[in-house]
């Protein structure tokens, strides 16, 4: 007989066995149903619900004068189509459809044949359409009775104003460009992303089986805020006849690209900035499959060594220290041997002029002169280097100005504290060289130049929804009573020099300012490039002597001479030149300058 299998003991610890586990279940229900209760609403709501962001109107942006449109937000129609539903005969009547309404060639009619194969439920067939365009498309489609397709609103960024180029929108290395996102991409979209596009507003409904919302249930949980509308500090006509211009110059000398820039040296306001080549806004999804390049803004985004326009600075530095005087006497050798004779610096045409005034040295630019002024600035080279190092740093180079467009960069300037210099590198540094700036920072150091000695705040939005936008100075850089110096210095270099008076001078008007050429460096190959320079030139115009109105920054980047000797290269636009013909069209504008009955810099009487 066999023994009794069941124990007290076993039936106690099956039971407890089942009370723990219904414990842990009760709990698990319980900590379900109270701690994770807003979980689980949620997720049923997530279910049951679609939460929607609407994106808001993107703001329009507009020229100074408030009315002349130069980006805005319209809305487009695409063509959608559910090519699992079209048969060949109706793949072949959508084609000829489409190519007949908008006139579509022979490779446009094969890529939509091509986005029609069979087998895709949703394929956009085109996109950007006008609303007429559509309406003409939909109203042939319903006619012919082909099925599976359907229409799509979508907002689309567009810039009505030609540029001054073939295939340009007006400003668009400025502007620069809102993708499909809804996204701002460089200049100013970029930089006013935020209040441009404003916040969108968020919409729920009750959604069918499908995920579709139903509309009978739709309500607004946060309406948004709508984009802001920008005022820019640019006038249009000016900005036009400055693209004209560069892209004209850019023809003649066969440079890699030229850019200028024309900015209110009392304000900081930008009233025209250009480069080309150049692009269109509109159309910037085919310029960045080919030239994505193009994008960048080579006045904000992009530095160069600007060459003898920065003896200007060695100006400044020689006449708060009072080492020299415009008048002091000074004599050119040609070439001055440095660092103990291993190294040396020369005049462009390598020849002495012997003594000559410092003005005068500035007006022919003497190279020799310059690095002689940078050498004496101090007791010794650290203290010299210091003083000019200083100076640069004071009139903002090697920070960014603070313009109100992306991308803007600090430029390239060399710390002697850090590395000391050598006299070679101080008496390059004296014209321009071993530095690296942007156009838009020369145009504001010269403007403090001439201004009175205020180092403006650069900028490019005028009004914010109509109302205007205070901008601030970046302190005063300059003793006031040194600006007509300055300004007496620049009008004596065009004034002077047979080379420069013949084509910079302007009948009726005060111009002043400075050439400079350089080399260009060649990284890949680790000398300088061959047969091609940086031409730059910066200067001032105005309408009464001793009063400038505008200050005007060229740089013609990497240009070909039609004439290159020692000494003596020339271009047929040459940057002074180009200097001039943006300066006599920006005194044509009508009422650009405002007046100015008391005059802020006052020179010498020039008789």
Same mark, same amino acid.
């Given at each position: 007989?066999?023994?009794?299998?069941?124990?007290?003991?076993?039936?106690?610890?099956?039971?407890?066995?089942?009370?723990?586990?219904?414990?842990?279940?009760?709990?698990?229900?319980?900590?379900?149903?109270?701690?994770?209760?807003?979980?689980?609403?949620?997720?049923?709501?997530?279910?049951?619900?679609?939460?929607?962001?609407?994106?808001?109107?993107?703001?329009?942006?507009?020229?100074?004068?408030?009315?002349?449109?130069?980006?805005?937000?319209?809305?487009?129609?695409?063509?959608?189509?559910?090519?699992?539903?079209?048969?060949?005969?109706?793949?072949?009547?959508?084609?000829?459809?489409?190519?007949? =309404?908008?006139?579509?060639?022979?490779?446009?009619?094969?890529?939509?044949?091509?986005?029609?194969?069979?087998?895709?439920?949703?394929?956009?067939?085109?996109?950007?359409?006008?609303?007429?365009?559509?309406?003409?498309?939909?109203?042939?489609?319903?006619?012919?009775?082909?099925?599976?397709?359907?229409?799509?609103?979508?907002?689309?960024?567009?810039?009505p104003q030609s540029g001054g180029g073939p295939e340009t929108s007006l400003a668009a290395h400025l502007m620069g460009f809102v993708n499909r996102?809804?996204?701002?991409?460089?200049?100013?979209?970029?930089?006013?992303?935020?209040?441009?596009?404003?916040?969108?507003?968020?919409?729920?409904?009750?959604?069918?089986?499908?995920?579709?919302? =139903?509309?009978?249930?739709?309500?607004?949980?946060?309406?948004?805020?709508?984009?802001?509308?920008?005022?820019?500090?640019?006038?249009?006509?000016?900005?036009?006849?400055?693209?004209?211009?560069?892209?004209?110059?850019?023809?003649?000398?066969?440079?890699?690209?030229?850019?200028?820039?024309?900015?209110?040296?009392?304000?900081?306001?930008?009233? &025209?900035?250009?480069?080309?080549?150049?692009?269109?806004?509109?159309?910037?999804?085919?310029?960045?499959?080919?030239?994505?390049?193009?994008?960048?803004?080579?006045?904000?985004?992009?530095?160069?060594?600007?060459?003898?326009?920065?003896?200007?600075?060695?100006?400044?530095?020689?006449?708060?220290?009072?080492?020299?005087?415009?008048?002091?006497?000074?004599?050119?050798?040609?070439?001055?041997?440095? !660092?103990?004779?291993?190294?040396?610096?020369?005049?462009?045409?390598?020849?002495?002029?012997?003594?000559?005034?410092?003005?005068?040295?500035?007006?022919?630019?003497?190279?020799?002169? &310059?690095?002689?002024?940078?050498?004496?600035?101090?007791?010794?080279?650290?203290?010299?280097?210091?003083?000019?190092?200083?100076?640069?740093?004071?009139?903002?180079?090697?920070?960014?100005?603070?313009? !109100?467009?992306?991308?803007? =960069?600090?430029?390239?300037?060399?710390?002697?504290?850090?590395?000391?210099?050598?006299?070679?590198?101080?008496?390059?540094?004296?014209?321009?060289?071993?530095?690296?700036?942007?156009?838009?920072?020369?145009?504001?150091?010269?403007? &403090?130049?001439? %201004?009175?000695g205020t180092l403006v705040s650069p900028h490019v939005v005028k009004a914010v929804d109509g109302t205007p936008v205070e901008v601030g100075d970046?302190?005063?850089?300059?003793?006031? &009573?040194?600006?007509?110096?300055?300004?007496?210095?620049?009008?004596?270099?065009?004034?002077?020099v047979p080379f420069y008076r013949d084509r910079t001078l302007i009948p009726g008007y005060d111009v002043g300012g400075k050439t400079g050429t350089?080399?260009?460096? !060649?990284?890949?190959?680790? %000398?300088?490039?061959?047969?091609?320079?940086?031409?730059?030139?910066?200067?001032?115009?105005?309408?009464?002597?001793?009063?400038?109105?505008?200050?005007?920054?060229?740089?013609?980047?990497?240009?070909?001479?039609?004439?290159?000797?020692?000494?003596?290269?020339?271009?047929?636009?040459?940057?002074?030149?180009?200097?001039?013909?943006?300066?006599?069209?920006?005194?044509?504008?009508?009422?650009?300058?405002?007046?100015?009955?008391?005059?802020?810099?006052?020179?010498?009487?020039?008789?």
């Amino acid at each position: 007989m066999l023994g009794r299998t069941d124990s007290r003991g076993r039936l106690l610890f099956l039971l407890l066995a089942f009370v723990v586990a219904a414990t842990v279940i009760v709990g698990r229900l319980g900590w379900w149903q109270i701690a994770r209760q807003a979980d689980l609403a949620e997720a049923a709501h997530r279910q049951i619900y679609l939460r929607t962001e609407v994106p808001a109107q993107r703001g329009t942006i507009y020229d100074r004068s408030g009315t002349i449109i130069l980006a805005e937000t319209v809305t487009r129609v695409r063509v959608i189509a559910d090519t699992t539903r079209l048969g060949a005969a109706d793949r072949d009547a959508l084609t000829a459809i489409l190519a007949e =309404v908008l006139g579509l060639d022979e490779a446009a009619t094969a890529t939509v044949q091509a986005r029609l194969a069979p087998g895709r439920a949703y394929v956009v067939v085109v996109r950007d359409l006008t609303p007429d365009a559509a309406d003409a498309i939909r109203a042939r489609v319903t006619e012919s009775g082909v099925r599976g397709i359907s229409f799509e609103n979508e907002s689309v960024r567009v810039h009505p104003q030609s540029g001054g180029g073939p295939e340009t929108s007006l400003a668009a290395h400025l502007m620069g460009f809102v993708n499909r996102e809804g996204t701002g991409q460089y200049g100013v979209e970029q930089f006013y992303q935020d209040e441009l596009a404003g916040l969108p507003a968020i919409v729920e409904s009750d959604r069918d089986a499908n995920g579709k919302p =139903v509309i009978e249930t739709q309500h607004t949980v946060d309406a948004g805020t709508a984009g802001v509308d920008l005022s820019l500090t640019i006038d249009a006509s000016l900005q036009l006849a400055l693209e004209q211009e560069v892209m004209s110059a850019w023809v003649a000398d066969r440079a890699k690209s030229v850019s200028a820039v024309i900015l209110d040296p009392y304000t900081g306001e930008i009233l &025209a900035e250009a480069t080309y080549p150049s692009y269109d806004a509109s159309d910037y999804a085919s310029v960045a499959t080919t030239d994505p390049g193009r994008f960048v803004d080579p006045v904000v985004s992009e530095v160069y060594e600007p060459g003898s326009v920065f003896k200007m600075l060695t100006v400044i530095a020689g006449l708060e220290t009072g080492t020299v005087t415009l008048a002091s006497e000074i004599d050119d050798t040609g070439t001055l041997r440095l !660092d103990g004779g291993r190294t040396h610096i020369d005049d462009a045409d390598r020849k002495a002029m012997g003594v000559m005034t410092f003005e005068d040295a500035i007006a022919f630019s003497r190279n020799v002169v &310059a690095a002689k002024v940078a050498l004496g600035l101090g007791p010794s080279l650290d203290a010299s280097s210091a003083v000019l190092h200083e100076v640069w740093l004071r009139l903002g180079f090697g920070s960014r100005t603070g313009i !109100d467009l992306a991308g803007e =960069v600090n430029g390239i300037v060399r710390d002697p504290a850090d590395t000391p210099w050598r006299e070679i590198d101080l008496a390059n540094g004296a014209f321009g060289q071993g530095v690296a700036v942007t156009p838009l920072q020369l145009a504001a150091g010269f403007s &403090a130049m001439v %201004n009175g000695g205020t180092l403006v705040s650069p900028h490019v939005v005028k009004a914010v929804d109509g109302t205007p936008v205070e901008v601030g100075d970046r302190g005063q850089v300059i003793d006031p &009573a040194l600006s007509p110096d300055l300004v007496e210095l620049m009008h004596h270099v065009v004034a002077t020099v047979p080379f420069y008076r013949d084509r910079t001078l302007i009948p009726g008007y005060d111009v002043g300012g400075k050439t400079g050429t350089a080399q260009i460096w !060649d990284t890949e190959i680790g %000398n300088w490039k061959t047969g091609v320079f940086n031409f730059s030139f910066v200067g001032y115009i105005g309408r009464d002597a001793g009063h400038p109105d505008l200050v005007i920054a060229v740089r013609i980047n990497e240009g070909h001479p039609s004439v290159r000797r020692v000494g003596q290269l020339e271009m047929p636009v040459m940057s002074f030149e180009l200097f001039r013909r943006i300066a006599t069209d920006a005194m044509a504008i009508p009422g650009l300058l405002p007046d100015r009955p008391t005059p802020v810099v006052l020179v010498p009487n020039r008789d």
